[in-house]
């Protein structure tokens, strides 16, 4: 692709009436997304951030993210990206703008059992999950039951196998969680898709303490399996702290979350891998795909003797959350919802 910032900043103009572009710089990427995207400042001193899509399947990702977006703006307390304007390219490529979003990336490894933003975490997602099914359907997203889902993971396992790539402990470790349809019964729920800690945004008080203030990164929003968005905080986060997040999206959501929601989170993760094997042959790059093929090599040395459901480890007074297959310990801490 050949966006540069001074020429999305150009179609930024176009599609937005009313601005009047005075610089542009870069701007990051959406990952595996080909995209090309820029910062632009227009002379009312407002900052817009401006993407670009040439293939038309990268095109339905963006007016998808813009689309779900713009359906969850009201419903949540946060701000997300919501479009301002977008407009077709004569090669049926699409451009949509926003306005920036205040604040930078939570980090995942760093969050704690204790800190506000940890529980803060939890409701935000208790939020999103909290949505009626039918505002994304009637939208045209996708939409799935939970056999269909596991039908789809287990349609892409089949497509990894077939590449040779992939170790043959990893394909036996996730059959067997793909073909357990126990750990599939789950109520699907409108999701972000692939929440990670780039997507949520936090400013800083003059307390000190965090304030998530924005959720970005829509375009693979979808009625699905809640544990999609889990999937980067179990892989990143730390145990006590994932525990954290679950028990008080647990109490925050309008029905209980189903007891395999994070097993099925941290089959996700692992799964990651497979989409970045993926991308790798779709690019055509022999170093991505023999990069991606060492990282499942590394991941299958990782796991070796590893479950996905591990036993509870050895602490004082062990109890179990109903809503989880995840042990957590009895204390006096919380967010102090009932």
Avoid: C
Wanted: glycine fraction near 8%; charge should be negative.
């Amino acid at each position: 692709m050949s966006h540069t910032p001074a020429h999305l900043a150009a179609l930024a103009s176009a599609a937005v009436p009313g601005l009047d572009p005075v610089a542009a710089g870069t701007f990051p990427p959406a990952q595996r997304v080909s995209v090309d995207a820029a910062s632009v400042q227009d002379s009312q001193g407002r900052t817009w951030i401006v993407r670009a899509a040439d293939s038309a399947g990268t095109a339905l990702a963006l007016d998808a993210g813009a689309a779900a977006a713009g359906l969850v703006a009201r419903r949540l307390s946060v701000s997300v990206p919501v479009s301002r304007g977008s407009l077709t390219l004569p090669d049926g490529g699409r451009v949509h703008v926003h306005a920036a979003m205040a604040g930078h990336a939570l980090r995942l490894a760093g969050l704690e059992p204790h800190f506000p933003i940890t529980a803060a975490l939890g409701r935000l997602l208790a939020a999103v999950h909290n949505l009626e099914p039918g505002v994304f359907e009637d939208a045209g997203l996708e939409s799935y039951t939970s056999e269909e889902y596991r039908q789809r993971r287990l349609a892409d396992l089949d497509r990894a196998a077939a590449t040779g790539r992939v170790p043959a402990a990893l394909l036996t470790r996730w059959e067997a969680a793909l073909e357990n349809v126990a750990l599939w019964r789950f109520v699907p729920v409108p999701v972000h898709g692939g929440l990670a800690g780039r997507h949520v945004l936090v400013t800083v008080g003059e307390d000190g303490e965090p304030t998530i203030r924005g959720l970005a990164g829509w375009r693979r929003a979808k009625v699905a399996d809640p544990a999609d968005d889990f999937a980067a905080l179990v892989r990143d986060g730390d145990p006590e702290a994932v525990i954290e997040v679950a028990r008080t999206y647990a109490r925050s959501r309008s029905t209980r979350p189903d007891r395999h929601l994070l097993t099925r989170a941290k089959l996700v993760a692992e799964l990651g891998y497979v989409a970045d094997l993926f991308d790798a042959l779709a690019a055509g790059y022999p170093d991505a795909l023999d990069v991606a093929s060492a990282r499942l090599s590394q991941l299958a040395a990782d796991l070796d003797g590893t479950e996905l459901m591990p036993p509870p480890p050895p602490q004082a007074a062990p109890v179990t959350d109903p809503s989880y297959d995840v042990p957590v310990r009895a204390t006096d801490g919380g967010d102090g919802a009932a």
